[in-house]
């Protein structure tokens, strides 16, 4: 089992451009929630995605946005970026069903850098 | 709101010594917690987690946790630390039990003296 896949591990970008980082689920999991580690602190929930559908999301602009594949596999694409988006970025994957006791399992991350 | 403080930013202890890190939440229902430990640029490994039942958890390398609902806590122990513990941890709290959003506190930096 691969665990969960993000590519690419590291990305540099200018300001104002887009960028698209990419997760692939753990076997089996059929929700990927993405997070925002910037340096020093916790990760800060950006959304989350079910049944290809934005599910929940937290207090991040609308330039934050994202895509849930059939294969379950997942894009966040960032638009407009700002030095301040510089940051790890995780992907973690779950399994959504009735009465079981999940846990979400993190990806290695993708480090963005914005000059 | 739900929120998680982790009351210490950075500890270090010695190899051997035992270990104690703290985690307060809150939260209006019955929370559902964890613990992850994270290494330099890497992303986040489980070490515990607790859902219901038995107030001590058990987790992986050696760790266990005590749920205590009347103090809004849930600290983290491992009673001989390894140089190999030296890493960040985080207390999270999840919104919805099964895969829901998690909430993360700032995170303990742990450095282990040999």
């Known amino acids: 089992d691969a665990g969960v896949t993000q590519s690419p591990t590291h990305l540099i970008k200018t300001r104002g451009q887009q960028v698209t980082l990419r997760c692939s689920p753990k076997?089996?999991?059929?929700?990927v929630s993405w997070y925002q580690q910037a340096l020093g602190q916790g990760p800060q929930f950006i959304f989350q995605?079910?049944?290809?559908?934005?599910?929940q999301r937290g207090n991040f602009p609308d330039r934050f946005s994202g895509h849930q594949f059939p294969n379950y596999s997942s894009e966040l694409n960032v638009n407009a970026l700002l030095l301040g988006d510089s940051a790890l970025y995780l992907c973690?994957?779950?399994?959504?069903?009735?009465?079981?006791?999940?846990?979400?399992?993190f990806g290695q991350g993708t480090r963005l850098t914005v000059v | 709101a739900q929120s998680v403080t982790q009351p210490d930013i950075h500890i270090t202890v010695s190899e051997g010594a035992s270990l104690e890190l703290r985690c307060n939440y809150s939260?209006?229902?019955?929370?559902?917690l964890f613990w992850y430990v994270q290494s330099p640029g890497q992303g986040l490994q489980l070490l515990l987690k607790?859902?219901?039942?038995?107030?001590l958890v058990q987790g992986i390398k050696g760790f266990e946790a005590e749920f205590k609902r009347s103090q809004s806590s849930f600290n983290l122990r491992k009673p001989s630390v390894h140089w190999s513990d030296a890493a960040e941890y985080f207390c999270?709290?999840?919104?919805?039990?099964?895969?829901?959003?998690?909430?993360f506190g700032q995170g303990t930096e742990l450095s282990v003296k040999p």
């Open positions: 973690a994957s779950s399994q959504t069903g009735t009465g079981m006791n999940t846990e979400a399992f």
């Open positions: 076997s089996g999991h059929d929700t």
């Open positions: 995605y079910y049944e290809e559908e934005e599910r």
């Open positions: 939260y209006g229902a019955t929370p559902y």
């Open positions: 607790y859902f219901s039942g038995d107030t």
């Open positions: 999270a709290v999840a919104s919805l039990g099964q895969g829901g959003k998690l909430i």
